[in-house]
């Protein structure tokens, strides 16, 4: 059935463009989350659940 949908189907490319577009997001959410001296920051925001500290979270 997908075969049959795929033949009609008037713009293949348009399938080929979304794959690209999606492809090349992952790859820049890879680099971005991945990118140099972004450790520190995940450490940081990882910690910030068990911050005891009040006032850093805005409460009094």
């Known amino acids: 059935m997908l075969a049959q949908v795929a033949s009609r ?11 690209m577009i999606f ?12 990118r140099r001296g972004s450790a520190q920051l995940y450490a940081r925001l990882a910690q910030a659940p ?3 500290d009040l006032e850093s979270s805005g409460e009094r």
């Open 9 to 19: 189907f008037p713009m293949p490319w348009l399938t080929v463009l979304g794959l």
């Open 23 to 34: 492809l090349a997001v992952f790859v820049g959410v890879l680099l971005w989350v991945f």
């Open 50 to 52: 068990l911050d005891l």
